[in-house]
């Protein structure tokens, strides 16, 4: 469970360090639903404890594309730094701060970026066909994925979201705060556990009619998803700075 009194602003300024990397995420749909702690909790490594609001447990899908990933002091050099992405992942802490993201799975376009991912960042990528189609005037945006490898497979994602409203920043202590301004990464490998750093201005986040949804990747993570309709947020998007990752000292 969360602790009442976690700090989640101070993830929010920018480290004191140079970034290692430089990255741009755009059009991004947050899809969420509220699941029992008692389903998400026995998924997380040793070390980790669920991240909660309310009392309740949430995991996310969120499909989006990557511009202009490169490493610090290189150029972006096209196919190999612009790709979509679609990630599974649920909210955690380490023992009461640092709140973060666990990532049960994360799928990109680029076989590349796949494997440097893994080896680099320690993080469960795997290799998807995907496809984003943005109506004139984004009106509309409409993502597809299917899984490649490495297994376990089929794991697929097909939704159409559309964005309404005015796009504003989220207010601390809301539900929306706590679901998309999230700073830090968790990995896992070999038995040790590892921490990343994100840092990105606040996102500016609107509301969304979702259609269409259907998918597979929750079920291949291990999860259960409700029958209800998921909480939807879309941003246009946000410029990244990533830190380097580090091993957590339990």
């Known amino acids: 469970m969360a602790p009442p009194d976690i700090d989640r602003l101070s993830p929010t300024r920018r480290p004191d360090e140079r970034p290692v990397m430089y990255q741009s995420w755009r059009h991004l749909l947050f899809l969420h639903w509220s699941l029992p702690v008692e389903q998400v909790a026995p998924l997380l490594p040793e070390g980790l404890t669920l991240d909660t609001f309310e009392g309740r447990a949430w995991v996310g899908l969120v499909p989006f594309t990557m511009r202009g990933v490169r490493p610090r002091g290189l150029p972006a050099v096209g196919f190999l730094s612009d790709f979509h992405e679609t990630n599974v992942r649920t909210y955690v802490h380490f023992q009461g701060r640092d709140p973060g993201v666990w990532f049960f799975s994360l799928e990109a376009a680029n076989a590349i970026a796949v494997r440097l991912a893994r080896a680099w960042f320690k993080l469960p990528y795997h290799y998807a066909g995907m496809e984003l189609t943005a109506a004139p005037g984004g009106t509309s945006y409409a993502y597809r994925s299917e899984r490649r490898w490495p297994p376990p497979a089929p794991a697929t994602c097909a939704v159409r979201c559309m964005p309404r409203g005015p796009a504003s920043t989220s207010t601390p202590g809301t539900l929306q705060h706590f679901l998309v301004e999230r700073y830090f990464l968790y990995s896992q490998a070999h038995g040790e556990l590892y921490r990343g750093q994100v840092h990105h201005a606040p996102y500016e986040v609107r509301g ?20 209800e309709a998921p909480l939807a947020h879309f941003s246009e998007g946000v410029d990244v700075d990533v830190f380097r990752l580090r091993r957590v000292v339990r």
Not at 208 to 227: F, H, I, N, Q, Y
Request: glycine share 10%.
């Open 208 to 227: 969304a009619d979702v259609e269409g949804l259907e998918e597979t990747l929750l079920a291949a993570a291990g999860l259960s998803r409700p029958s």
